[in-house]
């Protein structure tokens, strides 16, 4: 799905489009301004591999900050390349084919990956994207060994892929990965986005439903026994029943977790400026016949988008939702440390630049007061089917807010817990409009 | 100064037609002004130039081939009417400037009526002769057909200077010096615009009549009921910067410092005397005062940010102080909170107070429904004056009403008359007369009720005629109008008194859906149903209701969105916080003012 979620970037905020270089420009090509050419090694723009760097990142708050971390981190790896953007697509990722971007950007993110080493436990691995299945798996595995070299990890970690379904056919895609499971990839993420081959279609995703089962087939066979599937919900030409009909199809494909968004326009991308039409009274109507269909299949609805058979929660997205500590690599990737949450340039070339000059690609980072650390861990925690203490949401919120929302079943209070019922995680924010 | 070296006079047009560039390219020519730091120099209120319209009317003295040429600046809109006429009274004479391009407007035949009946010398003017599209030859013709003006125009480009110079010989040739008076006479003096200095207080702009005005005079207002007595400070000439003087001769136009600290104490039209020299001050006034100027657009005016009433409270007295032809009071609305009831002269007077709000004291604020001034007949027996829905009197109390109409002039090409009669008619219109001033060009007089004149009007009228049709209006009193209904809005079962209007009681319903349905769109959709409803005379005449909202959430949120995510929140907090609130629905300030347009 790799192209679907993760870090609501648009292409403008990257710094460039589709077909343009992630990297900087080669000074060898086209100085007539006329596309250039994406090729040649790094050095060739100035950068020398093999060059000693000593105090790297100097600038870095890693090298001088000493992050109070309990607990093994959740490790998430970006991967910003697709094939092509998806034209609902508003993620930090770009179309590149080019085999040697790919390796460039691989080489900083490794330097980047480096310079944690010796420092943190890690409970979970996730390379999102983007698609990380687009790169040759030669290519994953190098940077899952500096992963494995730089931190803890734990034996029994989970180590989630996205992967496109298209990247994964046939016999390539088998063999793929078959090397996925060995480098220790024991969950696969597939976008999937719709089992409708005319939606598929009109999406240019290259595969039908056919293929995702045979792609969801060979997972299994090459060892993947946790699964989740990415839909998107309320697409505008799809009707009501065909919306039902995909969540049970996509349930035949026995998957271990199903993640349920309904469709967005963001600003910037090409559904946005087609105008496409999205109706939230009928994503809403989708959304609870989503969840009245997989509650009757036994599916767990465990946040506000996912569903999971019981013991396959996502525990590296549990992480986020429990507002633990979190490493972002790659570029615009997020971290949260203890108090501190930093992410990186969001604009491939800055990332870039940043770590071949050894400075750290760390773009913004703020400390949370205790305050705002509450407030967040009471927001992401409601999206949790257990939701929160009583006490700490009610720190946060009035009681009469509490109470309206309790009135029209939005908010359940349980053995001291308060949660929001499925109807409530619809309209969410307008409770946490009204936080202090 | 010997005054038959002097001419008066005032430029008239209807707007756009060119008048502040001329008015500067006198300056200019003239040498009045060396080089013209700023264009438009008689607009000094940036507002002014920004809208190209002139708001107060200036006076400027300049020299030319030894003569004093005082041009006394006219305001060009319909709103300002009073101000052409109270301007023309300075003068002998007027320039009656024409867009080539444009051709006579509905102002164009106002003023030039109002100058013909004034008995003023009139030198016709076709500006802006360099335009592609300029039709001088017919504009030239209609001048005469149109206006009866005989004399041949004065061609000129205000833009480029091309024919300033002959119309400056022209002034001196065909304006008639002012009379000299009998010299020995008490000196009098009409005051005909003021303005405040931050430094000097009020400052006079005077035109003498009789005998002199000097400084160390003392001076008395001739309807002033206490006859205080007050002492010239100082006189002088505007040229176009204060200049002081010794004295200001009859026929000359000045300024007069007095002492005076609020606008308010003085009238213009007021007649000024001399009351310590050895003649005695003449027993008449130099013209009649009539009666003040009276608002007769009110609207509802509250702070955007709830809280900021008391510095919108100063904002309004500081521009009072410049401007004493609008008026406020205190008012409250239950949806809006504390804010005021303000008079204004016409819509764009309430637009000119509403951006100069805006850009001299930073206030942003929400207006509510124009209202005019109804005068209510009640069972008591007296009548009132009603300027808010807020007061209209309930149903059953109520013995007549009467609405204040107003006489419009409109000029429109034959081929849109159909369409503005149409319009007249729907609002209501009474026609008075119909007048072919060439085969090509109509004048429409029609009396229609000042309430459906200050709601849209203006902009309906451009967008029938392809903005050829032109307006002129002037108050034409009032009307009885038999059944005249408070229409209240209510807002999930409250009323929301800065949204009722006063309608005739046919148009109730139509006025109320149309309404309801923009409403419906303004405003947001809320954690339960709202229930919009019209209500009249104790019955709902219409509804409409704004569902629910289902779905508002962040539906995708990982580790890297959670900032992201908690400022769009944040943002989205922002939001809400402009909102204001009737019970437990929130309303954007926006609903108040867009809801206002007619359909």
Not at chain 1, 187 to 199: C, D, K, Q, W, Y
Not at chain 1, 225 to 237: H, T
Not at chain 2, 436 to 448: A, D, K, V
Not at chain 2, 584 to 599: G, N, S, Y
């Amino acid at each position: 799905m790799l192209d679907t979620r993760k870090k609501e970037i648009s292409p403008l905020q990257c710094g460039f489009s589709a077909g343009e270089s992630p990297l900087p420009p080669d000074p060898r090509t086209s100085p007539d301004g006329s596309p250039r050419v994406l090729a040649g090694p790094l050095s060739a723009t100035g950068f020398k591999g093999d060059s000693p760097v000593l105090n790297l990142y100097p600038l870095y708050p890693a090298s001088s900050i000493q992050y109070p971390v309990s607990s093994a981190l959740g490790l998430y790896v970006h991967i910003p390349f697709c094939r092509r953007r998806c034209d609902y697509c508003a993620f930090a990722t770009h179309a590149v084919s080019d085999a040697s971007v790919w390796e460039r950007y691989v080489d900083v993110l490794i330097r980047e990956i480096e310079m944690w080493r010796g420092r943190f436990k890690a409970a979970t691995v996730f390379f999102g994207g983007g698609t990380p299945t687009l790169l040759p798996v030669s290519l994953i595995g190098r940077v899952t060994a500096a992963i494995r070299s730089s931190f803890d990890v734990d034996p029994a970690a989970e180590w989630t892929i996205e992967g496109h379904p298209a990247t994964l056919m046939g016999e390539r895609g088998r063999e793929c990965l078959g090397r996925l499971t060995q480098l220790g990839f024991n969950r696969l993420s597939l976008g999937v986005e719709s089992v409708h081959n005319a939606t598929l279609a009109k999406l240019s995703r290259d595969y039908d439903f056919d293929d995702v089962c045979d792609v969801v087939g060979a997972a299994r066979e090459q060892g993947f026994s946790n699964i989740n599937l990415d839909l998107i919900l309320g697409w505008p030409w799809e009707s009501d029943k065909q919306h039902r009909e995909s969540i049970s199809k996509a349930c035949e494909l026995a998957p271990t977790h199903l993640s349920v968004y309904p469709l967005k326009i963001e600003e910037g991308t090409p559904f946005f400026r087609q105008n496409v039409p999205v109706n939230p009274d009928f994503q809403a109507d989708e959304y609870m016949a989503t969840h009245e269909i997989l509650q009757g299949l036994g599916w767990e609805h465990y946040e506000v988008a996912n569903f999971a058979r019981t013991g396959f929660r996502s525990r590296h997205n549990l992480i986020y939702w429990h507002f633990g500590d979190y490493l972002g690599l790659g570029v615009s990737a997020a971290s949260k440390i203890g108090q501190r949450s930093f992410s990186n340039a969001r604009d491939i070339r800055n990332y870039t630049a940043c770590l071949r000059e050894g400075r750290s690609p760390c773009a913004d980072e703020e400390v949370l007061d205790a305050r705002e650390i509450d407030r967040r861990k009471v927001i992401m925690g409601l999206r949790l089917k257990e939701g929160v203490r009583s006490n700490s949401a009610r720190s946060l919120f009035q009681e009469d807010i509490l109470s309206d929302f309790k009135n029209l079943d939005y908010l359940r209070e349980e053995t001291g817990s308060l949660r929001f019922t499925p109807s409530g995680w619809l309209v969410s924010n307008q409770l946490y409009l009204h936080a202090v | 100064m010997d005054s038959s070296k002097i001419r008066n006079f005032s430029i008239i047009a209807h707007i756009d037609h060119g008048k502040s560039t001329l008015a500067d390219r006198l300056l200019e020519t003239t040498g009045s002004v060396r080089t013209l730091e700023r264009a438009q120099f008689l607009d000094s209120m940036e507002l002014e130039q920004e809208r190209g319209i002139t708001i107060k009317a200036k006076a400027v003295r300049m020299s030319w081939k030894g003569h004093i040429l005082n041009l006394l600046d006219t305001p060009g809109h319909v709103d300002f009417t009073f101000e052409v006429h109270r301007a023309l009274w300075a003068c002998e004479g007027v320039v009656l400037l024409v867009d080539a391009s444009q051709g006579i407007q509905a102002q164009t035949v106002a003023n030039c009526e109002i100058a013909q009946k004034s008995g003023l010398a009139i030198l016709p003017v076709v500006n802006k002769i360099d335009l592609q599209n300029a039709r001088v030859e017919e504009t030239v013709d209609d001048m005469e057909r149109i206006l009866g003006l005989r004399d041949f125009p004065f061609l000129v480009s205000a833009k480029t200077g091309g024919g300033v110079s002959e119309l400056l010989d022209g002034i001196v040739s065909k304006v008639p010096a002012p009379a000299a008076g009998p010299s020995a006479a008490a000196g009098a003096a009409l005051i005909f615009d003021s303005y405040m200095d931050p430094f000097r207080g009020v400052i006079l702009v005077v035109r003498v009549f009789e005998g002199r005005l000097a400084a160390k005079h003392k001076i008395r207002f001739f309807h002033d009921p206490a006859a205080k007595e007050y002492l010239a400070e100082e006189v002088g000439y505007l040229a176009p910067a204060r200049q002081a003087a010794a004295e200001l001769a009859a026929g000359e136009v000045g300024y007069l410092v007095c002492g005076l600290k609020d606008p308010k104490e003085v009238r213009h039209g007021e007649t000024l005397l001399v009351v310590d020299g050895a003649a005695a001050p003449r027993a008449a006034p130099l013209k009649p005062l009539g009666a003040p100027l009276k608002p007769f657009v009110y609207v509802g005016m509250y702070p955007m940010q709830l809280g900021e009433v008391s510095s919108l409270q100063a904002a309004l007295e500081r521009l009072h102080l410049t401007d004493p032809s609008f008026e406020f009071n205190i008012e409250a609305s239950l949806a809006l909170g504390p804010g005021f009831r303000v008079g204004f002269l016409g819509l764009l007077h309430l637009e000119i107070i509403k951006e100069r709000l805006k850009r001299e004291f930073s206030q942003d604020v929400i207006i509510t429904n124009p209202n005019v001034r109804y005068r209510v007949g009640v069972k008591k027996g007296e009548t009132i004056e009603v300027i808010s829905p807020a007061h209209f009197p309930a149903h059953g109390d109520i013995t007549k009403v009467e609405e204040p109409y107003a006489r419009v002039k409109i000029l429109t090409p034959a081929a849109h008359l159909g369409a503005v009669q149409e319009m007249l008619k729907s609002r209501r219109g009474i026609h008075i007369e119909t007048a072919h001033l060439t085969p090509q060009s109509i004048r429409l007089t029609w009396e229609i009720p000042l309430s459906e004149l200050v709601v849209d009007f203006y902009d309906k009228l451009k967008a029938i005629s392809q903005g050829y049709a032109s307006l002129d209006y002037e108050l034409a009193g009032y009307r009885f109008k038999e059944d005249l209904v408070k229409v209240d809005i209510l807002i999930h079962g409250e009323p929301c008194d800065a949204l009722s209007f006063i309608v005739p009681k046919e148009k109730a319903f139509h006025e109320s859906r149309s309404l309801l349905e923009r409403l419906r769109e303004l405003v947001p959709r809320q954690m339960f149903e709202v229930a919009l409803q019209a209500s009249s005379q104790g019955k709902i005449i219409a509804k409409e209701k704004i569902h629910s909202i289902r779905k508002d959430v962040l539906a995708k949120c990982y580790g890297g969105d959670i900032t992201r995510k908690m400022k769009l929140l944040e943002k989205q907090k922002e939001g809400k916080k402009r909102m204001r609130k009737l019970g437990r629905v929130d309303i954007p300030p926006e609903a108040f003012l867009t809801v206002l347009r007619k359909t």
